[in-house]
């Protein structure tokens, strides 16, 4: 079994940083992949970005530039760096572990990030 604890979200300006952070424990099985998904209300969940267990990083479209994600090892900790934030990045972000060998993700709980304009 995989937890995934999330923290860091909170309400900003637009314009403003946020820095989310998601560890995990349990079994953490090689390959896998990390990633941020967010889900504004009315919306779909979407993928923000991602990070193998060989660092190979991926990013949506209108995060690019603006966001980072990186993890720790051997802590299995990824964060999110977001940078210049705008309104229509409100939604619940979401930490997702997948084990494609495996065929199983595991979810974290959520963490509202907020961005007034």
């Known amino acids: 079994q995989v937890q995934l604890v999330e923290s860091g979200g909170g309400l900003v300006q637009a314009g403003g940083s946020l820095r989310l952070s998601c560890a995990a424990s349990?079994?953490?099985?090689?390959?896998?992949?990390m990633g941020w998904y967010r889900q504004a209300p009315g919306k779909q969940r979407e993928l923000v970005a991602t990070?193998?267990?060989?660092?190979?990083?991926g990013y949506e479209d209108s995060v690019k530039g603006r966001f980072t994600i990186s993890r720790i090892y051997p802590k299995n900790t990824v964060y999110l760096q977001m940078n210049s934030l705008k309104p229509e990045d409100t939604a619940v972000y979401f930490c997702?572990?997948?084990?494609?060998?495996?065929?199983?993700?595991?979810w974290g709980q959520g963490t509202q990030v907020t961005v007034s304009s």
């Open positions: 997702n572990i997948n084990f494609p060998n495996l065929k199983r993700d595991y």
């Open positions: 349990g079994y953490i099985f090689s390959p896998n992949i």
């Open positions: 990070i193998t267990s060989d660092s190979v990083t």
